[in-house]
């Protein structure tokens, strides 16, 4: 008898020290929330986070917040505008998203599974020193993670490969380069071979500029290639009248050595 209700006592015990929820009838997320889209999917579908516990914290452990949970929404018009920007800004320059893009940076269709939505957001913000800072709007910045989340949430399970790690800590501003000699002092370019080159954001950054990823900013819309460099280095003004940089003169070695670095 004494030994039943001193078990009966600890399973009380038990139940209370595990919070009220279970006892009460425990409804999980919406033990706080007024539900939406109940038709769609559960809260953690589209939200993350705990559905075991009455407690904030844990309940929204690896919450995805409202306004970063627009891509859980077929036809988002956030996503559409993030894509927009996406393709606009060149950020395929670097990254692979989308299943597309050159791999110079890390893989955003990996964002899903290893990165919170406020993670990206501070990238894009404060952006790593090889990676432009576009000063986005608060706005775009969430249009940005959305249609981050929205690809890398169709294409996480089929991108299994890493994504490039970049060494910035290797001092490589000295090194008998022709693009840190002639081009390092306006602009920075992300390299195969070499890391990061150069040191300054004057110029644009020059990374993948061979490929289909980088702005058609050459002349009426066309993209770059060796040739279409040689004359913007002959003379930036022929190509665009207003340019503010200066002709450079290489050598046929350094031209074919700059190239090679691309
Ligand atoms: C014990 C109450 C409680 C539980 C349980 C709870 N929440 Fe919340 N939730 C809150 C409160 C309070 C806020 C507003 C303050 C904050 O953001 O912490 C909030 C905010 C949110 C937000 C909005 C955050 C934003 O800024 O956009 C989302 C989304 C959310 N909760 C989802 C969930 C999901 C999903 C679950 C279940 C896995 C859950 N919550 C469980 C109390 C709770
Ligand atoms: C189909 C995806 C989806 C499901 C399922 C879903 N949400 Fe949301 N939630 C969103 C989106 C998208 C937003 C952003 C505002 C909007 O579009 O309504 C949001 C916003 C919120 C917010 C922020 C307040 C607001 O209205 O902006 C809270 C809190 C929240 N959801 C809680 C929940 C809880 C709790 C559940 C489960 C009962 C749930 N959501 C189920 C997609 C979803
Ligand atoms: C010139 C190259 C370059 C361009 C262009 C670029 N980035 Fe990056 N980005 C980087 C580098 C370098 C890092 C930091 C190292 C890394 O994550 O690989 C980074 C990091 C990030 C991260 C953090 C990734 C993570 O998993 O922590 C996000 C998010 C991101 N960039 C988004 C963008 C978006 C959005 C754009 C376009 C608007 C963009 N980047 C354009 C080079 C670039
Ligand atoms: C003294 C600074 C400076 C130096 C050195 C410099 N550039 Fe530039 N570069 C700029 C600026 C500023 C722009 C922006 C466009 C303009 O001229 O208005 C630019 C634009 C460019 C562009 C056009 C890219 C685009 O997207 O618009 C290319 C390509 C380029 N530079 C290549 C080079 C190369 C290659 C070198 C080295 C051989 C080099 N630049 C050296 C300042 C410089």
Not at 5 to 28: D, E, M, Q, R
Not at 54 to 83: D, M
Not at 96 to 122: C, I, V, Y
Request: with cysteine; proline share 4%; net charge neutral.
């Amino acid at each position: 008898m004494g030994l039943r209700v001193s078990i009966l006592a600890i399973f009380l015990g038990l139940l209370w020290s595990t919070g009220p929820y279970f006892y009460k009838g425990h409804k999980g997320c919406s033990d706080c929330h007024i539900p939406h889209y109940e038709s769609e999917a559960s809260c953690v579908d589209c939200h993350r986070g705990n559905p075991g516990t009455g407690r904030t914290q844990i309940a929204h452990y690896q919450l995805i917040k409202g306004k970063y949970a627009c891509f859980t929404i077929l036809e988002s018009p956030v996503v559409k505008a993030g894509q927009r920007l996406i393709d606009t800004s060149g950020c395929r320059r670097c990254h692979e998203t989308g299943h597309q893009g050159n791999r110079m940076a890390s893989n955003l269709d990996a964002s899903f599974d290893e990165t919170l939505p406020e993670a990206l957001a501070d990238a894009i913000i404060n952006p790593a020193i090889f990676m432009p800072n576009f000063y986005f709007k608060e706005t775009d910045v969430t249009r940005l993670v959305n249609a981050i989340l929205d690809s890398s949430a169709v294409y996480a399970s089929t991108s299994s490969e890493i994504g490039r790690i970049i060494h910035f800590e290797e001092d490589i501003t000295d090194r008998d380069n022709t693009f840190n000699k002639n081009c390092g002092s306006c602009h920075r370019v992300l390299t195969q071979q070499l890391g990061g080159l150069g040191q300054s954001d004057i110029g644009p950054n020059l990374t993948g500029i061979f490929t289909e990823f980088y702005y058609k900013n050459f002349r009426d819309g066309n993209s770059w290639n060796s040739n279409r460099l040689k004359q913007w280095l002959k003379n930036p003004r022929d190509i665009r009248a207003n340019a503010q940089m200066l002709p450079i003169t290489l050598t046929e070695d350094e031209f074919r050595h700059l190239i090679h670095t691309f």
